[in-house]
């Protein structure tokens, strides 16, 4: 990982800085930043746009979120180093890249099948072989490796998808953006030992989760 994260070293460092400035403060989190080369993962078209914090184009009309997202999302998390997570929309795999770094076992599904292979090959080209990935429709979830301590999703859905939230372990959480395809509020859903607590975060605007528990495509 040495070699690609001595290139645009200046630009990454800045990005940092614009992430503490829009409030985030979890050191562990802006470290990940720092250890994950996010031009290796948008097009070479837009590696010269890796850094700024904005959404950008990542080809099948799908885009690699806003780092502020992430950040938002792993800050919320709050995760030890020891969880279990299962990320719904692997996209460009630049957030399954920092969650290997703040989590222990990190589990993607992606939808489009050739997104799912350019994430394969960004992650291998970082050094990172330990993420468990699949095609398919997310929404399911995927219970064969669960109950998760994390679950993200990627996308925006109509409602939160009930598989999603029947995986979670006691203590897990799940983050989801719901609302309308224009549109979301961010809810998490914890799991307690005597039910569910829904809590509404920041409004967001993502592309659509497409799937049995989504929206139809
Ligand atoms: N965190 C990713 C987000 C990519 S955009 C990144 O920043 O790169 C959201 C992704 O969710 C897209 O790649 C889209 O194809 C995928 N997606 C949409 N519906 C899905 C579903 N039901 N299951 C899995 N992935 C899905």
Known sequence: ???????????????????????????????????????????????HRAYEDAPLPIGHAQTISQPWVHAKYLELLALTGRERVLEIGTGSGFQTALLTRL??????????????????AALGACGIAHVVQRV??????????GPYDAILVGAASPDVPQPLVDQLAVGGQLLVPVGGR????????????????????????????????????
Do not use: C, N, Y
Request: proline share 5%.
């Open 182 to 217: 224009d549109e979301q509020v961010l809810l998490r859903v914890r799991r307690t030992e005597t039910g569910m607590t829904r809590t509404r975060l920041d409004a967001m605007r993502f592309v659509p989760l497409i799937g049995a528990h989504g929206f139809s495509s």
């Open 136 to 145: 398919g429709d997310g929404t399911l979830g995927w219970p064969e490796h």
């Open 1 to 47: 990982m040495a070699a690609p994260l001595r290139q645009f070293a200046g630009a990454r460092r800045r990005l940092i800085e614009e992430l503490q400035g829009k409030g985030i403060a979890d050191l562990a989190v802006l470290k990940a930043f720092d250890d994950v080369p996010r031009h290796l993962f948008v097009p070479s078209g837009v590696q």
């Open 103 to 120: 989590a222990s076992q990190v589990f993607s599904i992606e939808r489009i099948p050739a997104l799912a292979e350019e994430a394969r």
